[in-house]
C-alpha cells in the first residue's frame, strides 16, 4: 500500500503545473497517449538492480497519461482508495530535452532511458532508500502506447 501511494504521489507531482522557457523540443515520439506498463524501484547503488516492481492493478489500468503537440501534460489517474476506484485529472506542461534525454513535468526531472514509437522508459529519482542501503533509489516507469 505504501509503494502505491509514493506512486501516486510522484505522478502527482508530474501532473501539477509548471512553465518552461522556449527550448523544448516536441518529439513526435513522446507525443501521443501512454499506458503504465510497470514501476520497478531500482537500486541507487548501481542503478541496475531491481528492489521491486509494480504491475498496474485493473484501477490504474486505466489510467492514461498524454503528452501532446503543444507541451501539456494530461494525466487521467486512477487509484483504488478503500475499495473504490477514484479518478483524478490533472494538465501541467512539460519540457522534452530530446538532445539531453530528459523529461521535465513540474521542475521534477527524469532520465529519458527508452524511447520508440511505442514505448517510454523513464528513470525518476525516488528520494527515498527502499533497500535500507543508505542510498536513494530510483524509480523506473514503463510506458506503452
Known amino acids: ?3 502505491i501511494f509514493f506512486l501516486s504521489l ?5 501532473a501539477c503545473s509548471s512553465s518552461h522557457d522556449d527550448s523544448q523540443n516536441f518529439d513526435n515520439n513522446i507525443t ?6 510497470k514501476t520497478s524501484t531500482i537500486s541507487g547503488s548501481d542503478i541496475v538492480t531491481i528492489i521491486s516492481e509494480y504491475i ?29 476506484c477514484q479518478h ?11 538532445s539531453e534525454n530528459k523529461l521535465i513535468i513540474n521542475n521534477a526531472e527524469s532520465k529519458i532511458i527508452e524511447l520508440t514509437n511505442n514505448k517510454l522508459v523513464i528513470l525518476v529519482s ?18 506503452k502506447k
Not at 61 to 71: A, D, I, L, M
Not at 129 to 142: A, F, H, V
Request: net charge negative.
Open 56 to 84: 498496474p492493478d485493473d484501477c490504474k489500468q486505466k489510467s492514461t497519461y498524454e503528452f501532446n503537440v503543444n507541451g501539456k501534460y494530461i494525466v487521467n489517474d486512477y487509484n483504488y482508495v478503500g475499495q473504490d
Open 126 to 143: 525516488d528520494d527515498y532508500d527502499s533497500n535500507g542501503d543508505g542510498i536513494d533509489d530510483y524509480l523506473k516507469y514503463t510506458f
Open 88 to 98: 483524478i485529472n490533472n494538465v501541467s506542461n512539460y519540457t522534452y530535452l530530446s
Open 10 to 14: 510522484i505522478l502527482s507531482s508530474f
Open 32 to 37: 501521443g497517449i501512454w499506458k503504465m506498463e
Open 1 to 3: 500500500m505504501k509503494k
